[in-house]
């Protein structure tokens, strides 16, 4: 079957059909962005997991973070089955010539961050990646299925930290409101550009790669949260939310997406740590890839000697 | 050096009674660590009862531009199936 009637057919794409380059190209840049999207997404968390307030939540932020670790392997294997290497995946990741999502480059200043995080951030990340478990190309769909699977804790386990905050002291819950003014605006940015000014989503959405708008993702998120934030006693930073019962969503506010770019252009608040940290957990653990690559070249050696 | 690491594919066994599945791909210097980057990659919630690992480079894969000519034999065979065959009326246990 020919790479345009399998689209049509709504099937998928494997490693070893034919696609056209383009294509090929557009997946290995979006999988690889969302892989190092999800390994630089461990620092903000990883912030907090030596100052976490109980062991329950220490051991709990520690298999969040652990999960953000699989998600970027399930991701760059996925890449790689388009015929790249990892090593230069990363290469790219370091020399700043591939992005990862914008949103790893703000800071966590409190606990309370780790529960806007993982209610927000991740929120509108299982809003973005739920409908990619049935994207076109299989090993990303599936990897996808994977990752979607475990997402729900994460979101779960952040607006456990907010109710919690929230319904505890007055500082507690200033703290908790703190961290949402912080993050709500960010996280509405995850979704990308509007519709107009997103010029690959149309190739995109005929390659079967997107299923749905960048604006009409953001609405979904935003149905979805402004009824939970009630719930959390906690007020989202954007005065003109409001329930249209014309349309059947919220209305929300305009997005300054002058701060998505100058977040994406290197200028955001963290950007700099967080490359500075990559790189240097990189170079740091090179001794044990060498090591491990050394006992296998002796045990090899070995093999080889007594056969 | 450590980029010359081999991709492993990775095989779960869900429960007992079950065939092992292809779940994904790692790479790692050799099988025990293979195996033990599966279990933490794989199986970080009871997903597993066994793993496989085995070398990606040993896989031999059929050819996806001779799907049709490899596999056309089996189109004209519809006689394989049980629902080929006439059964009378009234007949049970067939
Ligand atoms: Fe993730
Ligand atoms: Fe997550």
């Known amino acids: 079957m020919s790479f345009d009637d399998l689209l049509a057919d709504d099937g998928r794409v494997e490693p070893r059909d034919e696609m056209p380059d383009a294509y090929r190209r557009t997946l290995i840049r979006q999988i690889a962005q969302h892989a190092h999207s999800e390994i630089i997404g461990m620092q903000p968390e990883g912030n907090w997991i030596s100052r976490a307030p109980s062991l329950r939540r220490k051991a709990i932020l520690m298999a969040k973070v652990q999960d953000e670790a699989g998600h970027g392997l399930y991701l760059y294997a996925a890449a790689e089955t388009l015929g790249v290497e990892r090593a230069d995946l990363l290469d790219q990741l370091h020399t700043g010539r591939q992005k990862y999502s914008s949103i790893f480059n703000y800071p966590t200043l409190s606990w309370a961050d780790v529960g806007a995080i993982g209610w927000l951030v991740d929120g509108a990340a299982i809003v973005n990646q739920v409908p990619l478990c049935r994207c076109s190309y299989g090993p990303y769909a599936r990897a996808m299925v994977r990752v979607c699977k475990e997402e729900s804790f994460h979101q779960r386990q952040g607006f456990e930290i907010l109710h919690t905050l929230a319904h505890g002291t ?121 090591a491990a690559t050394a006992y296998e070249a002796k045990r090899a050696a070995r093999a080889e000697g007594a056969a | 050096m450590s980029t010359a690491w081999p991709l492993w594919e990775v095989f779960v066994r869900s429960r007992r009674g079950l065939s092992h599945t292809h779940v994904g791909s790692l790479h790692a210097p050799d099988a025990e660590l293979a195996l033990r980057n599966a279990r933490d990659v794989y199986t970080r919630r009871q997903e ?43 007949v049970e246990h067939l």
């Open chain 1, 170 to 290: 007055p500082e507690q819950h200033a703290m908790a409101q703190d961290a949402v003014d912080r993050y709500w605006w960010p996280s509405l940015m995850m979704f990308g550009p509007p519709d107009d000014s997103s010029p690959n989503s149309a190739q995109s959405m005929a390659w079967g790669i997107k299923r749905f708008s960048n604006d009409d993702l953001r609405r979904r998120f935003v149905d979805m949260t402004v009824p939970q934030a009630e719930i959390l006693g906690l007020t989202l930073p954007d005065p003109d939310i409001r329930w249209s019962e014309e349309r059947g969503h919220y209305d929300f506010g305009p997005i300054d997406f002058t701060e998505l770019g100058e977040v994406i252009a290197g200028n955001g608040p963290c950007n700099r740590d967080r490359m500075a940290h990559r790189v240097g957990a990189h170079e740091a653990g090179a001794w044990v890839r060498d």
């Open chain 2, 48 to 90: 597993g009862v066994s793993l496989w690992v085995v070398p990606s480079s040993e896989i031999v894969a059929s050819d996806p531009g001779e799907r049709d000519a490899f596999f056309d034999p089996a189109d004209d065979k519809v006689y394989r199936h049980p629902t080929f065959y006439d059964v009378p009326e009234g």
